[in-house]
């Protein structure tokens, strides 16, 4: 996808080094060890994105199938890509300030949902942090409100919420 120089491509091992380095200035409270990043790149690259803006890098996505009211731990491994996964788990959503208000945030939204829709997943599930909510909430997610997963929520931070959008 290309829009007035913003560009999400394919994420490559050889960025692994820059998401890193975009996670420590958007994520500084969620640290996430980069072989995190390697293995779900490497489980499921069709979940793994990179933004450029002028082809600088700016930002990052990355997702999976996975387990729905399953949450994987912060900064843990997966191990594999369920074979019966129930929901696209939109891991992480991480842009610099330089690619807020481009409108580059819902172009990968967009594809996201439309990737979940293309193999027939019912629905994106994420935890919102940072107090994302009225983003997510804008992009037609809804707080699912688990008390079963409160303890879990709460190891990513106090206000951490997860968060569902129906695809069909």
Do not use: C
């Amino acid at each position: 996808m290309d829009h007035r120089g913003i560009h999400w491509r394919a994420l490559s091992t050889f960025d692994l080094p820059v998401v890193e380095a975009i996670a420590a200035v958007v994520h500084p409270d969620f640290f996430e060890d980069t072989a995190i990043f390697a293995e779900r790149q490497r489980l499921y690259p069709d979940g793994a994105r990179l933004l450029e803006l002028g082809g600088v890098p700016a930002g990052y996505s990355i997702g999976h199938p996975w387990t729905f009211k399953a949450l994987p731990a912060l900064n843990a491994r997966l191990g594999a890509i369920p074979p019966d996964a129930s929901t696209y788990y939109l891991h992480d959503l991480a842009l610099l300030n330089t690619a807020r208000g481009t409108g580059a945030a819902a172009m990968i939204v967009g594809e996201t949902i439309g990737h979940a829709r293309a193999r027939g997943l019912p629905h994106v599930s994420l935890v919102a942090v940072n107090g994302s909510q009225p983003f997510w909430y804008k992009h037609g997610f809804r707080v699912l409100d688990l008390p079963d997963l409160a303890e879990q929520l709460a190891s990513y931070e106090a206000a951490a919420r997860l968060m569902v959008k129906p695809l069909v």
